[in-house]
Each structure stands twice: as C-alpha cells, then as structure tokens.
C-alpha cells in the first residue's frame, strides 16, 4: 500500500479507537476507483480469573480516588463493577440536582484519569429504567461511547430483569467493541429451575455466545446465619446450572458492611467481614466438580444507597480500617458539631491497635499514619472514604493472593 492509503488507515484508526470500521480509500494521486476495506479493531478482554478481586464501587470521588492511589501491583490484580448512581434528589425544589446529561459530563473523563485503559464492568442499573440522555439515548450507550472514545476497556453489565431498551443498548454495545457483557445476578436467580433458560435467551437477545458472558452471583447482604445452610444453597445453584461452567468467567460478590454507622459503638469496634468468611468456607466446601468463583464485596460500604435530606444527616467521625476477616472501625462524635479533628483521636486508636498493619501497607494506612502525628490533615468525609477503600482493596487482594498461595 502506498502512502497516502496507510495514512488514511492510520488516521482512521485513531479516530474511531475500539470500534469495528469501514473505510473507503483512494489513490489520490492517481484517480482510481475507491476500494473498502473492512477493519475489526476491537480489543480482547482477558478474562476475568478466579484470583482477581472485584470491588464493587459507587464511582464517587473518595471511590475513584481510591482506585488512583493504589499501587500498580494491586490494580492488576482488581477488576472493579463500577456503578452509576443517580443524580442526588434536592430536597429543597423535590426535583433531582442535576439532568443525567449534567450528572455524567465528567464520567468518562474520570475513568480515562483514574483507572485508564484496564478493564472494568459498567453497570447502569440503579438509573430509573427510563432515564435517557437529552439526545434521547441510552445511558449505558452513551457512556461507553465516551469511555472508549478515552480508551478504556469496559464491560457492560446487565441482569435477567432489565427493559428491553437496557439490554438493546447492551447489544449495540457489544456488536462495535466485541467485549462481551457480564450477568449481575440474585441467588434467587440462580436458583430457579429455569436459569440456565432464561440466561441462554439473554445471551441470545444481545447477541454473545457463554464463553463472552461473565458472571457475577451477587448475594448483596444475605443473611450470613447459619453460614452451612448459605453455602449448602450457593453449591446447589452452581451445581444445578450448566451455564456456570459454560460462562467466561464467575465471581462471587457479598457485603456484611453495616447499612448505618449508628449500628457501630465507639470508640473503636471489630466486625466481622462476613462475605470473606462465607467464601473461603464456600471454596472449601464445593465438590470437585463445581466452578470455584472468583472474590468480590462491596468494600466499606453497604449495597443501600443512602436515602434522606443530607441537610438534616449528621455523620459521625469514622476510619474504616481492614484487617484479617474484619474491618476495624474507629468512631467519634458527629462532625457536624464536633469537627473534623476527632480525626487525629480516631487515627490513634487504629494506629494504636494491634490490628494495625503498618504505615507503609497500603496509601490509606499511610494516612492514617500521618494523621495521627499530624503530618496529613484531618481531611473530610470524602478523604476518608478514600483511605478506607484504598486499604481495603490492597488488603483483600493481599489475602486472596495468601489464600491462593500466588
């Protein structure tokens, strides 16, 4: 091929990144007939293995903040399921703050910024089923129109209940990037009779084969008690259903988080992280034949989106500190009337623990570190969901790695 034909290749291809493209060139110098060539540009997702660790995160700024702070060594490890949430409500006018369009200017500039090109799932699915951009599309289609505009590497999740419209944009997705899609599931889901049916239809209706569908199997915050019964129910569902050994690839998603922080007693509380507990019993109890899924939880949160006029909220001073099978969690006073400098007490009484894993752990202990001595500030509430999350994930996939002997 001459050059003015492998220039305009080239330009093409940077201009329409991921997708599958057809260009039509000419010798320009000559005058010849145009001749088309058809280009499949899309990139390969790798798949997701039984030793990635899958958070689950809301993508709000302590979130995203998070995910930039981590060491390289930790995100290669993490595939996260980032999901959008709804614009805030205004209590004040009863309307929402912002538009969706308004809500998400900025989304796919943040995931090229914190995350890159490595791969994460998208799941739309807190959006009202009836949300649409100002230009009448899907948000879901939108979105990673932006994001691989930016080169990132999604995978579009859906579930067994979503509209027509949602699972539509989830095969017109797939059709141009070729990256699958991934099954967000109940147990309840799972369970039923007709779940391999009704999964081989969806695969049909957005059009990938089991071997492009990943699936999470997300308990969210089932009752943990007993323990045996839950596993016994877990192992009949993955047993019961052929499409499990079929899919790309399974994980495992659980939270035992508390829903409120008026649950937690100060100044300094061990709970239990149940999901981690389940699912090394699970992995020990499954029979040889059974798929072992892969790890994922909801980090420092619950799966609830906190509900109310924030106005009116008053929350305490909290570090959420993981440990071995549980989160330390130190608390103060509300810091609305008490301020933000309970947090170098707070940091004292996790720094000063025998749970404590050391400054140099992970960022967020880090902080935590320098907090108490005074060499960071005492931040704000989004701060500490940074320093949180940042250490949970580097935590759980330290004990993953040691669980897995990787």
């Not at 969806?202 to 969210?220: K, M, Q, S, W």
């Not at 507990?277 to 992995?283: F, G, M, S, V």
């Not at 929350?315 to 008490?338: F, M």
């Not at 996790?350 to 894993?357: E, F």
Request: proline share 6%; aromatic share 10%; glycine share 8%.
């Amino acid at each position: 091929m001459q050059n003015g034909s492998a220039w305009a290749l080239r330009l093409s291809l940077a201009v329409f990144g991921g997708k599958p493209v057809t260009i039509r060139c000419y010798e320009l110098w000559s005058g010849q007939e145009p001749f088309v060539v058809n280009l499949d540009c899309k990139d390969r997702i790798m798949p997701i293995n039984q030793h990635c660790y899958m958070p689950v995160l809301k993508w709000r700024q302590g979130e995203y903040q998070a995910l930039l702070r981590l060491e390289d060594a930790q995100k290669d490890r993490i595939v996260p399921l980032i999901e959008v949430t709804p614009p805030d409500f205004d209590f004040e006018t009863q309307t929402p703050s912002k538009t969706i369009d308004e809500h998400v200017v900025s989304f796919a500039t943040r995931i090229q910024k914190k995350w890159g090109s490595r791969h994460a799932l998208l799941d739309c699915g807190l959006l009202p089923p009836a949300t649409r951009m100002a230009d009448g599309r899907h948000p879901l289609a939108h979105l990673f129109d932006e994001c691989t505009t930016l080169n990132a590497s999604l995978i579009p999740v859906t579930g067994l209940d979503r509209d027509d419209a949602y699972q539509h944009a989830v095969h017109e997705i797939h059709t141009w990037s070729g990256h699958g899609a991934a099954l967000r599931c109940s147990l309840e889901d799972a369970i039923d009779p007709d779940f391999d049916t009704n999964v081989y239809l969806l695969c049909e209706t957005i059009g990938i084969g089991p071997n492009e569908l990943d699936i999470v199997l997300d308990l969210e915050s089932p009752n943990f008690d007993p323990q045996d019964d839950l596993i016994a129910l877990i192992s009949a569902a993955l047993s019961g259903a052929a499409i499990f050994n079929s899919a790309r690839s399974l994980t495992i998603v659980g939270a035992s988080f508390p829903d409120s922080m008026g649950s937690v007693t100060g100044p300094l509380q061990l709970w239990p992280r149940r999901e981690w507990l389940l699912y090394k019993a699970l992995l020990g109890a499954l029979g040889p034949n059974i798929r072992r899924p892969g790890f994922g939880d909801y980090a420092i949160s619950a799966p609830t989106i906190a509900q109310g006029d924030m106005r009116l909220l008053k929350p305490s001073a909290t570090i959420r500190y993981t440990v071995d099978d549980g989160w330390l969690i130190a608390k103060g006073n509300n810091v609305r009337d008490n301020g933000f400098g309970q947090y170098r007490t707070c940091s004292g009484h996790i720094t000063g623990s025998a749970y404590y894993l050391g400054a140099a752990f992970s960022p967020g202990s880090n902080y935590v570190a320098g907090c108490q001595v005074g060499t960071e500030n005492t931040g704000n509430l989004t701060t500490w969901r940074w320093v949180g999350t940042n250490h949970h994930i580097t935590k759980v996939v330290h004990d993953l790695a040691t669980f897995y002997g990787i």
